[in-house]
C-alpha cells in the first residue's frame, strides 16, 4: 500500500487517513464558500418586507456530498487511476480498461430493453407507480438513453472518428425529423409530435446552434488570431437591434437585412479594432470588456431609438424567401399553400434548418480562410507578435480582419436571435453571454471547430436539460429550483475540463500549412539575405 511522508514530521500517513484529511478540508471549504450563497436566502413575505430564509439541510447536504466525494477520489479514485498504468506482473499486459469494463453487451442489452419499456409505457407510469415513483423512472430512462449512446460511440469509435463530419451533419439535418417521428409513435398521432417537438426543436436544436454559431464567431479573434475579446456580445446585440429596428420601421426582408446586420457589425469590428491595434493580453481584454459594456448602456439610454429597458417588440419573422409566410393569417400561409394541418412548429422547424445553415456557412468560411496567406497571418499573430512583424506582415490588417470577421458572425447571430424571439432588449447582451460564449471557445479547444460545437452542445444542452430534471424537486422540496444551479454546474465542469484537457474538448494547435515531403532546397537560396 502507498503510504504519504511527510518533510515536516516524520509522520507517515495512510490513503485513507489522507483522504480523511482532505474531505474534511473540502467540506470546510465548502462551508465557507456556500454558507452565504445556499444556507441564507433573501426573499419577501406577503407584507412585501425583506426576510432571510434558512436553508441550513441544503447546505448540510452540499458540504457532506463536497466532502464524501473527495473522500471517495482520494481513496479509490487516485489508487485506481494509478494502477491502471501498471502492467501486470505475470502477464507482461496492461490492465483492462476503465470503458471496456463499463460497456459491455449484457448491460447494453439491458439498457435497450429498459428504454424500450420506459417509452412504450410513459403515460402509464405516473398511474401505476404514483408522481414521485414516476418522475424518478423517467430519471432512469434518460440514464439509460445516455448509456446506449454512449455504448454505440464506444463500440463504433473508429468508423465515428474517420466520418466524423458526414456523420455529425447527418444527424444535426435529420435531428428535427427524428424529434418529430419520436414523438408522433409516442403519442400516436402526427400533430401531437408536431407540437411536443417544439420544446426539442427550440430549446436544444436552435438555442445550441445560436451559440455553436457565436462560438465559431469568436473562434475568430481568440482561437486563431489570440486576441481576448471579453465584450463580443456587443456584435451580437447590435446584429439583433439593426434587423429589429430596420425591419420594425421600414418593413425590410430578412434576407435583406442580415447581411446588412453583418456588414455594420463588421464595421464596429473595425472601429474597435483601431484603438486596440497596440494592446495584447489583459489589456486588450479590458478594453473588449468596457466597448460591451458602452453598447449595452447605449441600447439602455439610446430611448429614441432603442426604447430603452422595455426594448423592441413585434419584430417580423422569416419568411420563406418570399414565397410563404408563417403568419396563420396571411394568404400565402405555408399550411395553406402545401394544403397541410395548421401548426406552429413548422416555423421552428425552418428556424432551425436556417440556423443551422448559417453555422455551416461560418464552419466552411473559418475553415477556407484558415488555408489563406490571412488565416496564416492569424496563426501567426497567435503565436508570437514580433517574430510576425519581422516576417512582414502587416499586424494592423491581420488584427482589423480578424475582428471584423468575428464581429460580422456575431452581427449573423444577432439578427437571427432578433426573427426568432420576435422581441429584443439589453437584457439579453449582458457581459455574462460574452463570458459564457469566451468559456465554450476555451473548453472546446481554441482553434477546433468540433471541439467547440462539441462544448456548447454539452454546455448549453447540459443547462436546458436542468429544466427537465422536476424529479429533483421530490429529493430537495418543491421549491427547488433546478435551472438556478446551471451557473455552478458550468464552472465545475470549467474547473474538471481545465484539470483533465487544459487545451480543451478537442485542443490542436497544428499549424494549417506544412510540408508533405522532403524536398531538397538549392544552396543559392541559403546565401545571406534569402534564407
Not at 514530521?9 to 490513503?15: E, G, I, L, Y
Not at 430596420?246 to 464596429?268: D, E, K, N, R, V
Request: hydrophobic share 55%.
Amino acid at each position: 500500500m502507498a503510504v504519504t511522508v511527510s518533510p515536516e514530521r516524520d509522520t507517515v500517513a495512510s490513503p485513507m487517513q489522507r483522504a480523511l484529511r482532505e474531505a474534511f478540508y473540502a467540506g470546510a471549504i465548502a462551508l465557507g464558500l456556500f454558507v452565504l450563497f445556499i444556507g441564507l436566502r433573501t426573499d419577501q413575505n406577503i407584507s412585501n418586507e425583506l426576510v432571510v430564509v434558512q436553508r441550513w439541510g441544503l447546505l448540510a447536504a452540499v458540504v457532506i456530498a463536497t466532502a464524501v466525494g473527495r473522500f471517495l477520489y482520494v481513496a479509490y479514485g487516485q489508487p485506481f487511476m494509478a494502477n491502471q498504468k501498471i502492467a501486470d506482473v505475470a502477464t507482461g499486459l496492461m490492465p483492462a480498461s476503465v470503458a471496456s469494463r463499463f460497456f459491455t453487451l449484457p448491460t447494453f442489452i439491458g439498457a435497450v430493453i429498459a428504454m424500450v419499456l420506459l417509452f412504450v409505457f410513459n403515460s402509464s407510469l405516473a398511474g401505476w407507480f404514483g408522481a414521485e415513483p414516476a418522475g424518478y423512472l423517467q430519471f432512469l430512462r434518460a440514464l439509460a438513453v445516455i448509456y446506449v449512446l454512449a455504448c454505440v460511440i464506444y463500440y463504433f469509435r473508429a468508423f465515428i472518428h474517420a466520418n466524423f463530419t458526414k456523420l455529425g451533419i447527418s444527424a444535426l439535418v435529420l435531428y428535427p425529423i427524428l424529434v418529430v417521428a419520436v414523438l408522433s409513435l409516442n403519442a400516436w398521432s402526427v400533430a401531437t409530435g408536431l407540437q411536443g417537438s417544439l420544446k426539442w426543436v427550440d430549446n436544444f436544436g436552435i438555442q445550441i446552434l445560436i451559440y455553436v454559431m457565436l462560438a465559431w464567431g469568436l473562434n475568430i479573434v481568440v482561437g486563431l488570431a489570440g486576441l481576448l475579446d471579453l465584450g463580443y456580445v456587443a456584435f451580437y446585440a447590435l446584429g439583433a437591434y439593426a434587423y429589429a429596428l430596420l425591419a420594425t420601421h421600414f418593413g425590410l426582408s430578412f434576407w435583406i437585412l442580415l447581411p446588412a446586420a453583418g456588414a455594420m457589425a463588421a464595421l464596429w469590428g473595425v472601429l474597435l479594432g483601431f484603438p486596440v491595434l497596440r494592446l495584447r493580453g489583459d489589456y486588450l481584454a479590458i478594453v473588449t470588456l468596457a466597448f460591451g459594456e458602452i453598447i449595452r448602456l447605449v441600447l439602455i439610454n439610446w430611448r429614441e431609438v432603442t426604447n430603452g429597458s422595455a426594448g423592441i417588440s413585434g419584430i417580423p419573422k422569416v419568411s420563406f424567401f418570399g414565397l410563404m409566410s408563417f403568419n396563420v393569417s396571411d394568404p400565402n400561409y405555408i399550411a395553406k399553400v402545401l394544403n397541410i394541418a395548421t401548426s406552429s412548429a413548422y416555423y421552428k422547424i425552418f428556424l432551425y434548418y436556417l440556423i443551422l445553415g448559417l453555422c455551416l456557412l461560418t464552419a466552411f468560411v473559418t475553415i477556407r480562410l484558415r488555408r489563406l496567406p490571412v488565416g496564416r497571418a492569424w496563426e501567426a499573430l497567435r503565436e508570437d507578435e514580433i517574430a510576425c512583424r519581422s516576417l512582414g506582415i502587416n499586424t494592423t490588417t491581420t488584427k482589423l480582419t480578424a475582428f471584423a470577421t468575428g464581429a460580422m458572425f456575431g452581427g449573423f447571430a444577432g439578427s437571427f436571435f432578433a426573427a426568432r424571439q420576435g422581441f429584443v432588449s439589453p437584457e439579453s447582451f449582458v457581459f455574462l453571454e460574452s463570458a459564457i460564449i469566451l468559456a465554450i471557445v476555451v473548453l472546446g479547444g481554441m482553434g477546433s471547430l468540433v471541439g467547440i460545437a462539441v462544448a456548447a452542445m454539452v454546455m448549453i444542452g447540459g443547462t436546458e436539460a436542468l429544466r427537465e430534471l422536476d424529479f429533483l424537486k421530490q429529493v430537495f422540496g418543491p421549491d427547488f429550483t433546478p435551472e438556478l444551479y446551471r451557473m455552478l454546474l458550468f464552472g465545475m465542469a470549467m474547473v474538471i475540463v481545465m484539470l483533465w484537457k487544459p487545451r480543451g474538448f478537442v485542443g490542436s494547435r497544428e499549424p494549417t500549412a506544412f510540408l508533405r515531403e522532403r524536398r531538397a532546397v538549392s544552396g543559392s537560396f541559403t546565401k545571406e539575405g534569402h534564407g
